[in-house]
Nanobody, 118 residues
Framework: QVQLVESGGGSVQPGGSLRLSCIAS????????ITWYRQGSGLEREAVAH????????QYADSVNDRFTISRDNVKNTVYLQMDSLKPEDTAMYYC???????????WGRGTQVIVSS
């Protein structure tokens, strides 16, 4: 049974940092690239960072480039999202998933809430 469990969210002031974790189980983790998505209130879900399964190649949305860093630990079946220089517009629920499953609308976890406010 595929499970993706996000954690590490919280409430921080602008300019602060958070580190999100996504623990995966029920599938061959190192065979899949993983994407972090976010959904702000009243907004559509958007992809913010992706890490490939091979070579750990990364991609970022323009809105988070140079502030967020995605990484993975294939021994721990975990993907991380280090978020620095946080802005109020980063406030959202954050989720992880594979792009393939995200397009099918399956295996979404409960997400982790990030609030950036002074």
């Amino acid at each position: 049974q595929v499970q993706l469990v996000e954690s590490g969210g919280g409430s921080v002031q602008p300019g602060g940092s958070l580190r999100l974790s996504c623990i995966a189980s029920g599938f061959t983790f190192d065979s899949y690239g993983i994407t972090w998505y976010r959904q702000g209130s009243g907004l559509e879900r958007e992809a913010v960072a992706h890490i490939a399964n091979v070579l750990g190649l990364t991609q970022y949305a323009d809105s988070v480039n140079d502030r967020f860093t995605i990484s993975r630990d294939n021994v721990k079946n975990t993907v991380y999202l280090q978020m620095d220089s946080l802005k109020p517009e980063d406030t959202a629920m954050y989720y992880c998933n594979t792009p393939q499953w995200a397009r099918r609308g399956v295996y979404w976890g409960r997400g982790t809430q990030v609030i950036v406010s002074s």
